[in-house]
């Protein structure tokens, strides 16, 4: 057997996400490697992501967030054991020495402080969850969804019983996948507060992020959007949640108004910080240290998309991370590229995906962009199982090249497996031509013969070479039933009359019928007027028609995208949206 | 209202897929254009790739495969109403006269035959279905699945109780989905003949193949792969199916062996083909006459991984190409670069898809290919409902590019998303390096922190860069049962000995267990034998013994890949597969 001689020490502090991964990948690369994880906390190396499903009870044990696949804890031992590295855990890092090449780290049982020599530093120091600067928003039984300390004292709570109502301040990821954990598997009266006029306001275009809401509202939760929480008063176990219109009384309030990046100790020791606080990284992954390395929540990385550094907490990133932090510590070379800021979230019965940036970010980063909505079955029409797939593709005029892509449909395997295919795409700077002709594979069971990323890809086209002139699902709803807009406004429904009559008979001589059949023989009817909208159930007999009118009347319309049925799931015109 | 002045005159031959997609294309673009579109038969405009889920009764009527996704039947008058498409059915196009730019027709019903001048003419004559050129193949009970007549044939015959044996000749996908559709639905006892040793041979790797096969034959179906069929005899009503091997009675007999591309009509026009009989295309899809294009089945497009030209018949591709036709026609640009081979199917139960090219292939083809397998949870290992996905990936070792990818598993939607996405790196030629940071959207109930597909890039770029030294499942079945390996072969199995016990007890001294969290300590117990082989569920467990005996005792071993858990979904190790 060869002498074990240390090759090169490796200190990293945070044994959480990106942690691990590094320590595994320099003792698999240079097993000679002496590799020493810190912690501040006892539980190391968990799957954050999962603390929901936890709470929830979909997990059932604590203990699964911190095994591996073969059911084997992963723990101080384990690590020594198998993986060959050191732990500490209940170990804060106190200071970095560069110029001796040392971090001073207190032991939170003893009080001990001690100086370790390191060749290489490993900061994944991950984030700091945010409490809104608010009166009561420090309580001790205000949570936020940070660590398993917090999931496990959650879920005490309910499983004694002591939780009836909950408040979830902050409709994003977390929060939603909250909300669900307390409403569906524990019959908690759940409320979510969120500051802006959606859910989700980061990943979806309006008339997706109102699904959203509709399907959770028809599951039990209360949505109150575009609502600022003011206050936090606790009294007697408690809980009165202030908000600008409204005081929500509950047993339980979770905060998940995101996290910061932790940097202080970075900071401290002098190494460069971005101005969110988040430490600065090469693409090797290198601090302004060439000796320390970064990543996971602490850090901010390229998004390739608008090419600006962004803060992406996630637990997939620090996976990757911390594969190529491992590979150059133990002298090979590796790079991570940047984000395209891939998601995907269940919420109840919808599994929703995105990736790239939404229409709003498009324009804020001076995009010309162009937004298409397309309703499609996520299998062949003609399959028994087939569902409704809506999604939403925003790509930039000038360029062709796609910005960004959002699904969400019931099958939420099939929604995150086209997304996924549109962030290989966004990934090496694919085009709508790209998405136009993206070989998803094809068998009536599992995909259409033109799938739905295909038609949203020549939709956009469409859009952007005047062949389909759009409005919007939320803005057709604003403008018809604006005020204002009497005799100017004529819809043009070209579904069957059995599918058009509720809206004949509740908008009369406004909404006008002709089956898309007819309409080549019936062009003289289509009335003449300012605003003329085409509908129908998805926006494709419509495109149709409206070729038909400009051409054979050469007269302007809009087609009304995602129609009758991105309508009616997003619940926009609620008294009369079936059909 | 304007007059309509006809702009050009297309006339398309063949109307099922491509056909009219082209039409549909050509009026959205250009209204006043006359398109005619002509087919011998009198079914049009079908989903062909439905017919074995019509067969099964899946879809229960066959005008479903004929219908829009809102329930109008695709036929004459539908395309005359809605599209303004002249269709002709019964219709057979005998001669195409370049020099006047006509089309001869013969009406079947009357027998009429009359000259149809065109500005642009469309082939899209489709594929005719092979018949082995063996005695009985040609009997008119003897099914190719090519129409909608066969399909209503077939459904008839078991609608009426007639069939209680199939041989369905050729494993390929639409053997297998005719095997199931027998099987599953009617309880037919179903045997498949294949000529080659697995199963789906161009899409899969061996034992991805077995594991089609092992799952079939769980199913009720005999499988006889390697067999050829040598004579087709009907007596009375029932067929003798004559194997190198067996003969199989059966009361139908399905011929499902591929089908050839439908030429003739461009070969007695001088217009170019290729050895294979499909009609040479630029890539406008144009024929060697500009005025003249062609899609669909009865064409060949590049490879985008090989650069060869292939004849890929599928619908998926049909409808893509029919929309490039379509625009070219119209006076737009458009192009059709070429496929990737992007393929899925579903056998009873299991889901599986692939992109690119095997193993084999790329040997072939000249590339120095390197084959992953990776066994993963389709969801984070520690969400309820995950399952097992198995995958091969195929890249070149020089320059890393992806070759192929393979996926399987029980979640269909999960692996063929999964595919899609590595279907998409491979249209813009992705690498390894783009596959192991390629961004899965993550949360738990749809992935994995660190996805399948990660994993499998990061283990081919560890086999090439000699991390990872590898054996592939079936070759160590081989070489541990081979009856010469006696002394000189051990094997490793680093799994906890409750997994491990089964199989020390079959194999003895020649199986090892050390659990690969006690290796450190025990590394001397470690066999120095010439062919040592590491052992463990899936692979990853023994990579990491590998990389530990490989620097601590400076020995050669090799990794089993995929492990026990594809060595018994593939049923390798039929005996004692149970662990």
Known sequence: MKKRQVSRRVVIIGAVAVGPKVACRVKRLDPNAHVLMIDQDEFISYGGCGIPFFVSGDVSDVKELMSTSFHMLRDPKFFRNVKGVEVRTRTRATEILRETKEVVVEDLNTGKVEKIPYDYLVLATGATPRRLPIPGSDHPDVFTVSNLHDAVAIREKLSRGEVGTAVV??????????????????????????????????????????????HMEEKGVSVYTGETVEEIREENGTFRV????????????????????????????????????????????????????????????????????????MGSLANRQGRVIGTNIAGGYATFEGVVGSFCLKVFDLGLATTGITYEQALKEGFDPVRAYVVQSDRAHFYPTQ??????????????????????????????????????????????????????????????????????????????????????PDEFIEVFLGEDSGDRVRVLDVR???????????????????????????????????????????GLRSYEALRQISHHLGRKARNVQGGAALIKMAGLLPENGDD
């Open 169 to 214: 301040i902050g409709g994003g990821p977390i929060g939603c996948e909250m909300a669900e954990a307390l409403a569906d598997m524990w019959g908690v009266e759940v409320s979510v507060v969120e500051i802006l006029p959606t859910l989700l306001p980061a990943f979806l275009e309006p008339p997706l992020a109102r699904i959203v809401q509709k």
């Open 242 to 313: 202030k908000t600008g219109r409204r005081t929500l009384s509950a047993d339980i309030v979770i905060q998940a108004v995101g996290v910061n990046p932790r940097g202080e100790l970075a900071v401290k020791a002098g190494l460069m910080t971005t101005p969110k606080g988040a430490i600065a990284v090469n693409e090797r992954l290198q601090t302004s240290d060439p000796f320390i390395y970064a990543g996971g929540d602490c850090i901010e990385v390229p998004h390739l998309v608008t090419g600006r550094y962004v803060h992406i907490p």
């Open 387 to 472: 569902g409704l797939m809506y999604m939403a593709l925003i790509a930039d005029r000038k360029t062709r090249r796609i910005l960004g892509a959002q699904g969400i449909g019931k099958n939420g395997d099939a929604v995150v497996g086209r997304i996924n295919s549109i962030a290989a795409l966004l990934q090496l700077g694919g085009t709508l031509n790209h998405l136009s002709n993206l070989e998803i594979a094809y068998a009536p069971p599992f995909a259409s013969a033109m799938d739905i990323v295909n038609a949203a890809a020549n939709t956009a086209e469409n859009i952007i070479e005047g062949l389909n002139d759009t409005i919007d």
């Open 496 to 538: 069957s009359p059995v599918n058009a009559r509720p809206f004949v008979e509740r908008f009369g001589e406004r909404w006008i019928n002709i089956p898309q059949e007819e309409l080549l023989d019936r062009l003289a009817e289509v009335p003449e007027v300012e605003n003329l909208m085409v509908f129908c159930n998805s």
